[in-house]
């Protein structure tokens, strides 16, 4: 991830169609092109990446304090070691807490229980003895769970804290609202209150969809941990991400200019108008780069025109300051004849992150094929996007692209060989294209 | 028994069918009040149980229209002039707020606008409610989507304090998918514009408004339209189609959602059933106690009456007992007195019969009052070591006249060891002597007398056999009764108090022995008594 980035801040410099942004904002923000140089005399499409680049979050300085719950499954699946490695990861992360941080604990199994109420992290002693009290057993009621952690959350929802609900679960919701839609509102919701939901799926029962579509609208992150081993370094991990929160209420509204017209986002749901586009994005942790990809529908151009094709506007809550900010960029192309000039002139790190998403695109759709039990069409999906990553990681020398080409392909060979997409299988692919759409950090490090 | 005043029956049965048709009577009618008492009790908590979950329900509407009437409000305070930005800015901002809209007419959607690309969530806003923009359902009727009727279409806020919502808006509960949606719409200017509420968020928010009071062995169900479970309250270990016990609609708010209480056994509290079980107790010790004190009413009654006539019969049969031998004592008495009788066998004859008459009556004295001590408690017993072939032997020898001259032939059998045993030399006499007696006045015509001392297990037997008519089946456990008499008519052909049987079995089964009736060969009574020899007390 961080060489990425580097990658790109190289690229901004060097980009002749860039703009980059104030300069006293934190948040920085990029637009690019994947083609800048554009064909002359012809209608054609290319896509906008708008950037934005969150500042390291200062180490020494105050992070903004954190106010998490931790919505624990205690059903009876989650007996034995889960269970014990769940406690384990609660109260590693309540130690990573100082005292201004608020740390609750929620359980449920068919009902739900505030086994630590909302309240500072400095009473740690009493919180750990509370957490080592949780025993598994029961069915699972999901949303609940997750409502009454949420109203936990919500004690203390002021803009002064991180607002996080870590979401641990190894089952299917079977009581009350479980299906990925519902769930999904549900992240959704709490996203407009600025409570994001991570969730962590054990094992290979659970339902990733309904775990991926809640952290998605949530904007948290979601992982999957095939042995409850891993779950400490997790929680570590997120809480590191929520400790780093630079920016909340992220949202990026895009303005195109007479002519130009925006056809849609690639990967991301948001809006798009006729003149305009706007995609909100939750928070920003610090290091991090988001984006957005939008395609547009570009006017014939003559000869040596230079043109402004957007102008984004991102506004966000300074967490370190506590107060509103916002940032811009804008876009430019030129109009070239010269096909050679414009091949010359594309910028590669754009163009990978649209093949990048359209990659995901494509794993979502073989998911969907593979459940509706058409396992040809599947295979065909990912073989086809293979082999688009494969070309452009061969035309750019880019090695980790060719390597995830060939998973991919391996995948679609499982796929038609073993007729069925396994579990395993299926909650990687859903994950790996839920850190792609969100490009957050990944737990597979740079692979992704 | 026979020959005696018979008891008169028919009261007694009277009262006692009488006491029993009473006690049934109070038992049955104990039980009707009670399970009359167990229905209103029943019906009772029930009611409250009803009360109290309409109670929730209603919590859980009012939470609900707390929840509309905001949006409601915040729906007003929108200025004509912004309409559609803050429209907009509320459905990024508010957490209730899933999408907005603005019509005008049917198919005259002003946002969110199809002309222009719409969202993914748009557009499955527009297909949702499409009948309803469409203008296919009307604003104001009953909306319906598939069965599930929606039943009010439109609510005006009547309950919300301090304000009243305008005319023209309202809520309109949407069924799609079998699921539950809500729009709330407001009109201005002829437009009308509002907001889908954001069911996840509605439903989270009702969370709150769920009871947590809930007691073991109880659960609360917040069931939608299709049956759905959308929030539990309470756990309890479930059996496969275990139906709700109770369950109330929650109201227009939530059309066709209902709060269902399950319990784990099916009924409504433990309370009723221990107040049924209690009582039922009650009913059942009242019922045993007047039918057992009336059992032993009448018992003793019957006991008392039977025992004041063996009571008249004894003293009768002593009297009877007592002026025979003081008769032929006076008699012979006055006879010898006079002096008339000179011959000197005959003196010596009449003489002999005054001193064994006199004896019979010291006897039957001593019976007597053998009797009463027994009967105080008050016998006293001197224990000593005896042979007892020495007391059978004397005995015998003071009756082989008496014996002789009732006719009968008498044999007597002794071991040729000595028999020593441990115990109370004259009551075992008194007892033997009873036992000749009987022989010599009821089996005379036998002719026959045998007395057979011999070893038995733990001590001596003596045998006491005759040849007489012996004793009929029915009467052979009464005959250790006191005061009963075969014959027991003052008529009778023997003479006896009743006395001595009974006493005999008790003396002889306080000194640790025992008195048995057995059947002799020729049919005839044979008393068996036993004495523990030494080494056994």
Known sequence: MKVLAKQFLAAAVAMAGAWSAQAESNVVCRVEMDHPVVLSGSRQTAVVKVTLDAPKAPKLNKRPPVNLTIVMDRSGSMGGQKIDKAREAAIAALLRLGPEDIFSLVTYDDQVTTVVPAQSAANTEWIEGRIRSVTAGGSTALFAGVSQGASEVRKHLDGRYVNRILLLSDGLANVGPSTPAELGRLGTALRKEGISVTTIGVGTDYN????AQMAQNSDGNTYFVESSVDLPRIFASELGDVLSVVAGKVTIDVEFPEGIRPLRIIGRDGRVGNDHVEVSLNQLYGGQQKYALIEVELPIGAEGEVRQIAAARCAYQDMIANRPANSSGQAMVRYSADNEDVDRNMNVAVKKEVLLNEVAVAQEQAIDYADQQDYKAAAQTLYVNSANLALFAEQNSLPELEAQAAEMQQQAKDIENQQELNKEGRKSMRTSSFWIFNQQKSERGSSY | MNGGPPIRKSPVILYGVLLLLSAAIIAGVAARLLSREQARLDSSVRETEELRLQNRAEQLELAVSAVQDGLMRSLESIPASALRDTLREMERTNPLVRNVFVWRGANDLLLPNDSEPLTKEEQGFLIRYSTLFDGTHGWDEVVQEDEYAAPVSRRLFSRSRGWNPPMHSGWIPWYWENRLGMIGWMERDGLRY????????????????????????????????????????????????????????????????????HTTDGALGPA?????????????????????????LLRETVRNRLEAQQKTTFVSNVSH?????????RMYAELLGEGRVSDIEKRGRYLKTIASE????????????????????????????????????????????????????????????????KSDRDAVQQVLLNLIDNAVKYAAAGGRLTIELAEASGGFRIAVADAGPGIAKEHRRKIYERFYRIDDSITASSQGSGLGLSLSRRLITDLGGALEYHEAECGGACFVMTVPGVENR
């Open chain 2, 321 to 329: 007992e007592l002026k025979t031998p003081l008769t032929t004592i």
């Open chain 2, 358 to 421: 006199s004896e019979r009556l010291s006897r039957l004295v001593n019976n007597v009052l053998d009797f009463s001590r027994l009967e105080q408690n008050r016998k006293q017993y001197r224990i000593s070591h005896f042979d007892l072939c020495e007391v059978v032997s004397e005995t015998v020898a003071s009756q082989r006249i008496r014996i002789g001259e009732a006719g009968m032939e008498l044999s007597v059998v002794l071991p040729n060891v000595t028999a020593m045993v």
């Open chain 1, 208 to 211: 990733e969809d309904l775990m």
């Open chain 2, 272 to 296: 009723a059933q221990r107040y049924a079980l209690l009582s039922g107790l009650l009913v059942f010790i009242l019922f045993i106690v007047l039918f057992s004190a009336g059992g032993l």
């Open chain 2, 194 to 261: 509002g907001v889908e509420l954001e069911m996840a968020m509605l439903l989270c928010e009702l969370q709150q408004a769920m009871p947590l009071d809930i007691v073991d062995g109880r659960m609360i169900l917040l069931l939608d339209g299709s049956g759905r479970r959308i929030m539990q309250s309470g756990s309890i270990a479930e059996t496969s189609g275990t139906s709700a016990v109770l369950s109330v609609p929650v109201g227009p708010a939530l059309p066709h959602w209902e709060l269902a209480l």
